[in-house]
């Protein structure tokens, strides 16, 4: 509280064009990454309803074949790095420096540059469905040699990536050396916010692991351009090597979206639970688990390639481990719940939603590791229903969730809950009447990347896409619900909520636009997660 | 006082863009043995 007369001082602030393009401002920049992650949201959003319109009924409807997959490749693309992603660095923008006391990122001019090299990254993607031969269609996962027939649009698919990796990575950098260098006196790692935890091993993470993909599409341009023929059969390169490359990437990718998810809840739930976390150290320990054991179950990816059996073995056993530390932390969320004082606003019923969804998508996620069941499902709609039971009822949850749950902080306004819940609600229906169906699908054995189908799956296509249309209306709803809060509305409290501890809530609502200039003096009540 | 403050800030600024420097050895490193790897492998 020491901290707040002070910066209520302090509150100057550039204006117009500069203090956005020029910003080295956490909680500015912070804001930037979730303008642009909700704008791409819409991007993609958009492309999933060209898919679902065109799943609606058999047949071709709308789009020619080349124009769906590259909407099936393209929508992939956007939502992970586009929408996901950024996401999640928005909030670790706004939120880790005032978690752990710091004034302001560590390096806040890379800062800058990493959040404004995306717009020119996607600038280059989205350009491609405009030239000729259209945007990239061969899948996000790139697999040579289809992706090599790519035209025009190849090396812009080549160089966004390569943008997108950099400033990740950026991004990362500045967050392990805001975390390792940053932190108020007292406030030692093992009291840190699990949000801030969760952040620095996702970090960890992509500086592991996006150079590897960096590597690989590096391989695939001198491939198609330079004669090489790494992935190239023909020229004694081996196409499989790709794909071991690229999902050496792809696994951890998958908790580099999962982590934040995990750290968002882990902080929503003992707010409304009015509980300390249940077993603090061990969720630290069981995130570091996860994200160790990504690094070694790649190949469950590729089960259907034809490893051989001992190295099928050893994926599908490493890929069950990773459902232990997993388990410890869905435990724990429930045990911290467990006889404590629940309150069900909007943050904590997206919570609660992510913790029963993102459970079904990992039990989904089971059946696909083990090896000869995967080799029914592989390339079916079930893999398209596990993961959007991962990534949308989970991650994006968790960050509508996350959006929620310091929007007072960020406007100084309490958002309209009626409209909030309605908003939870209506997502949660449809984004279950979307995804549920497609289990049923991809059991039954229609494959995924394809605008067609046999007539046998056109029931369970309608209701999905019927739920992809209402999820899709329903998240217009969400965008009003900030605009609303953002122009006004009940003032929030500095402790928005009643049950919430941490240092984020002893600055006023909205945070000031400079805080902890001073190292707060950190009291035990802050330090209680 | 504010000279040492101004003197921690500098250290500070200086601890950063150390660790940056290292991280961003470590990332260029993994880029380079991935792409030597395959080269030689190939």
């Known amino acids: 509280m020491s901290t707040l007369a002070h910066d209520d001082h302090h509150d100057h602030k550039p204006t117009g064009f500069k203090r956005w393009f020029f910003s080295t401002n956490h909680k500015d920049i912070g804001t930037l990454y979730l303008i642009f992650a909700l704008i791409m949201f819409f991007v993609g959003g958009a492309m999933a309803m060209i898919i679902r319109a065109e799943l609606f009924q058999p047949g071709l409807q709308f789009v020619d074949p080349q124009f769906y997959n590259s909407m099936v490749t393209v929508h992939a693309l956007v939502m992970i790095f586009g929408a996901v992603m950024p996401a999640g660095v928005g909030l670790a923008n706004w939120m880790i420096p005032l978690m752990i006391g710091a004034p302001d990122m560590a390096l806040p001019r890379m800062n800058n540059m990493s959040f404004?090299?995306?717009?020119?990254?996607?600038?280059?993607?989205?350009?491609?469905?405009f030239m000729d031969g259209g945007a990239p269609a061969g899948g996000w996962t790139m697999y040579p040699p289809l992706v090599l027939q790519t035209g025009n649009a190849f090396p812009f698919l080549i160089f966004a990536v390569h943008f997108l990796g950099i400033s990740s990575i950026m991004g990362a950098i500045n967050i392990i050396a805001t975390v390792f260098n940053m932190r108020a006196p007292g406030m030692t790692l093992m009291k840190m916010p699990l949000f801030v935890w969760t952040w620095v091993i996702t970090s960890f993470l992509l500086i592991a692991s996006m150079p590897v993909l960096a590597g690989g599409v590096t391989m695939l341009l001198t491939d198609k351009y330079f004669g090489t023929s790494f992935f190239d059969a023909a020229g004694g390169g081996d196409p499989v090597l790709f794909q071991h490359v690229f999902w050496?990437?792809?696994?951890?990718?998958?908790?580099?979206?999962?982590?934040?998810?995990f750290g968002v809840v882990s902080q929503i739930i003992p707010t409304f639970s009015r509980k300390p976390l249940?077993?603090?150290?061990?969720m630290v320990y069981a995130t570091a688990s996860i994200a160790i054991l990504s690094f070694f179950v790649w190949a469950h990816h590729m089960f259907t390639v034809g490893l051989p059996i001992k190295g099928?073995?050893?994926f599908m056993y490493a890929t069950m481990l990773i459902a232990v530390p997993t388990g410890v932390k869905v435990f724990n969320w429930i045990a911290t719940m467990w006889k404590g004082s629940m309150t069900f606003e909007t943050p904590m019923l997206f919570a609660i939603a992510f913790v029963i969804l993102f459970t079904i998508g990992g039990f989904s996620g089971l059946m696909l590791g083990i090896t000869p069941v995967d080799f029914q499902y592989h390339d079916t709609y079930f893999v398209v229903a596990h993961f959007h039971y991962v990534l949308l009822t989970g991650a994006i949850f968790a960050l509508m969730g996350?959006?929620?749950?310091?929007?007072?902080k960020w406007t100084g306004f309490m958002y309209d809950e009626r409209l909030g819940k309605i908003h939870f609600w209506l997502s949660l229906i449809s984004s279950n009447v979307l995804f549920f169906p497609q289990h049923f699908l991809g059991l039954a054995g229609m494959p995924r990347r394809i605008p067609d189908y046999n007539i046998q799956f056109a029931d369970f296509n309608m209701i999905s896409s019927i739920g992809g249309f209402a999820y899709g209306i329903s998240q217009l709803l969400f965008v009003y619900i900030v605009i609303k809060c953002a122009m006004g509305g009940k003032k929030a409290k500095a402790l928005s909520w009643e049950g919430?501890?941490?240092?984020?809530?002893?600055?006023?609502?909205?945070?000031?636009?400079?805080t902890f200039e001073t190292p707060p003096k950190l009291t035990k009540e802050m330090l209680e997660h | 006082m504010d000279e040492k403050k101004g003197n921690t800030g500098e250290q500070l600024r200086k601890k950063n863009k150390r660790l940056a420097i290292i991280?961003?050895?470590?990332?260029?490193?993994?880029?380079?043995?991935?792409?030597?790897?395959?080269s030689i492998n190939d």
């Open chain 1, 116 to 129: 404004w090299i995306l717009p020119f990254a996607f600038a280059l993607l989205l350009s491609t469905l």
């Open chain 1, 248 to 261: 050496f990437f792809g696994h951890p990718e998958v908790y580099i979206l999962a982590l934040p998810a």
């Open chain 1, 278 to 282: 249940f077993g603090y150290a061990s």
């Open chain 1, 312 to 314: 099928e073995l050893f």
């Open chain 1, 402 to 408: 996350a959006a929620y749950y310091w929007l007072p």
């Open chain 1, 500 to 514: 919430a501890k941490g240092l984020e809530w002893s600055v006023p609502s909205p945070a000031p636009f400079h």
């Open chain 2, 23 to 38: 991280l961003s050895l470590v990332v260029c490193l993994l880029y380079g043995f991935f792409v030597l790897m395959h």
